[in-house]
């Protein structure tokens, strides 16, 4: 039962270069969600998909770009990366939250470092 | 402006005594509360959640009380066992909203 799953886990960038974090569950999941953690910040989001066909922004949006494939994937670019994107990125999905209070499943996380 | 706060980064208690945590949030239309575990390299796993109808919630070793006239939730483990000692996250929601607020976390260590 793999959940969440995220690829790569780590990932060493160069200022201005390009790169797509992807994300997949398995749990049939409708919405799915990008965050990054930043030390004594908690995790922000980033951007959301409430459903197949659907993004939106979140908290901190400015620098990436997101692409819901399917259901399953949700994928996470960032087209010209700068220093102040080295963070650690986590997706999750949940079921469709106007329905019910269904709690958010997290992957295991990319650590991004740009240099 | 961060909308959940939890104001004391760490917290050490000694292996079968009570584990507090505390969480206040800023933004009144909240009504769904959740408490997430974090161990070190993982994703933030799922614990324990409470709705606004409710003031209190159980499970296991796990209780979450609620106070809404304060904006105030709090998280008790007992008896704190070695492996509870993570990082622990509150977050909140509102109807119809997507999106969770994090708090920074509080991090517990459980001395033997």
């Known amino acids: 039962n793999a959940g969440v799953t995220q690829t790569p886990k780590f990932q060493v960038l160069k200022t201005g270069q390009s790169m797509t974090l992807q994300c997949a569950q398995d749990m049939n999941h409708n919405s799915m969600y990008w965050y990054r953690q930043d030390p004594g910040m908690g995790l922000r989001l980033i951007y959301y998909?409430?459903?197949?066909?659907?993004?939106d922004k979140g908290e901190v949006p400015n620098g990436y770009n997101v692409s819901r494939l399917n259901k399953r994937e949700f994928s996470l670019r960032l087209e010209s990366a700068a220093p102040s994107q080295t963070s650690v990125y986590f997706c999750?999905?949940?079921?469709?939250?106007?329905?019910?209070?269904?709690?958010?499943?997290f992957g295991d996380g990319t650590r991004l470092s740009i240099l | 402006d961060q909308q959940v706060k939890q104001n004391s980064p760490s917290l050490s208690v000694q292996e079968g005594r009570i584990s507090i945590l505390n969480c206040d949030y800023t933004?009144?239309?909240?009504?769904?509360f959740l408490w997430y575990k974090k161990y070190p390299a993982e994703g933030p796993t799922f614990l324990i959640s409470?709705?606004?109808?409710?003031d209190k919630n159980e499970d296991g070793r796990f209780t979450v009380f609620l106070n809404k006239s304060a904006k105030h939730l709090s998280l008790h483990i007992v008896p704190s066992q070695p492996g509870d000692s993570a990082v622990y996250f509150c977050a909140a929601s509102g109807s119809n909203d997507y999106k969770l607020s994090f708090g920074a976390g509080t991090t517990v260590t459980v001395r033997a």
């Open positions: 998909s409430a459903s197949e066909g659907t993004t």
């Open positions: 409470i709705s606004s109808i409710k």
């Open positions: 999750a999905s949940s079921e469709d939250r106007r329905n019910s209070n269904q709690p958010q499943h």
């Open positions: 933004n009144s239309m909240f009504d769904y």
